[in-house]
């Protein structure tokens, strides 16, 4: 499917967009709550005199941040350049940041035209996460609530390594999928611990269900900390029953690190923490 046919004297542009979800409501338009495109289209419609609708590449919910989120966008023509950027700037609330937008195909949308999407999530366990720079950016399992991960990634990356493949994730989403359907290819899945015991679980595909990387997550690691039999995971891929209800990862962890199109990603991975 392709964008709204252009108006007459406007010109087509896209950017890769940052933000800290603490405080959104999510990324959509929601009435009376504070949402990434409601404040990104206060901004716009203010810098430009008219009003102006954003396209996102995908949706992001309450407390999840991206720094690869693509939007798009229409500005009459001759707005396109420094000075838009800069009035972006000036308007966007300071828990946004957009980078310089650049001209795109008139038919060009950041949904429609996504081929892969990119998550990453990050988990601070035990006393790496005590640190209090990482509230509201990170999953800080702990301890005292069971969660011993001594393993490392290396126990989460034998269970992510089964999780690549096309197939029925609706065991591994919230209940009332849309009519696409619940079948998803994942591409990748892998996690990665750094010099300073922070694990990130990294994930690729074309298309998710709702919750469906929190699930995952918090399936992993409640798999590697000895809190769910480890059976669970391959009756969740199969769209079977588990022991007990899937429990979501905390969304603060939760990042749209990316979204490739058929010209490469927008960004490379990795997160800026």
């Known amino acids: 499917m392709?964008?709204?046919?252009?108006?007459?004297?406007?010109?087509?542009v896209r950017a890769t967009v940052e933000y800290d979800g603490t405080a959104f409501h999510g990324s959509q338009l929601q009435p009376a709550?504070?949402?990434?495109?409601?404040?990104?289209?206060?901004?716009?419609?203010?810098?430009?005199?008219?009003?102006?609708?954003?396209?996102?590449?995908?949706?992001?919910?309450?407390?999840?941040h991206a720094v690869g989120q693509e939007i798009a966008f229409h500005v009459p023509e001759g707005r396109v350049g420094p000075d838009l950027t800069r009035g972006i700037a000036a308007l966007a609330p300071d828990d946004i940041a957009v980078a310089e937008p650049r001209p795109v195909d008139p038919d060009f949308h950041p949904r429609f035209d996504a081929e892969r999407r990119r998550y990453e999530y990050l988990v601070a366990p035990g006393d790496v996460g005590r640190t209090p720079f990482l509230r509201n950016r990170a999953w800080r399992p702990g301890p005292e609530g069971g969660y011993e991960l001594d393993g490392g990634a290396g126990r989460l990356g034998a269970l992510a390594a089964r999780i690549p493949g096309e197939r029925d994730f609706s065991g591994l989403a919230k209940a009332g999928q849309p009519e696409r359907g619940v079948r998803c290819a994942v591409e990748t899945a892998t996690w990665r611990e750094d010099e300073r015991g922070r694990l990130r679980f990294e994930i690729v595909a074309d298309r998710f269900l709702h919750h469906m990387v929190r699930y995952l997550v918090?399936?992993?690691?409640?798999?590697?900390?000895?809190?769910?039999?480890?059976?669970?995971?391959?009756?969740?891929?199969?769209?079977?029953?588990?022991?007990?209800?899937?429990?979501?990862?905390?969304p603060a962890g939760l990042y749209l690190s990316g979204v490739r199109y058929a010209d490469g990603w927008n960004r490379e991975a990795g997160l800026p923490l």
């Open 2 to 12: 392709s964008a709204l046919p252009e108006p007459n004297g406007v010109a087509r």
């Open 33 to 64: 709550v504070r949402t990434v495109q409601s404040e990104l289209e206060a901004a716009l419609t203010r810098l430009l005199d008219r009003p102006t609708r954003v396209d996102f590449a995908g949706r992001t919910d309450a407390g999840v």
């Open 218 to 250: 918090g399936t992993l690691v409640e798999i590697a900390a000895d809190r769910r039999p480890e059976a669970d995971l391959d009756r969740l891929l199969a769209a079977e029953p588990p022991s007990r209800p899937v429990f979501p990862a905390p």
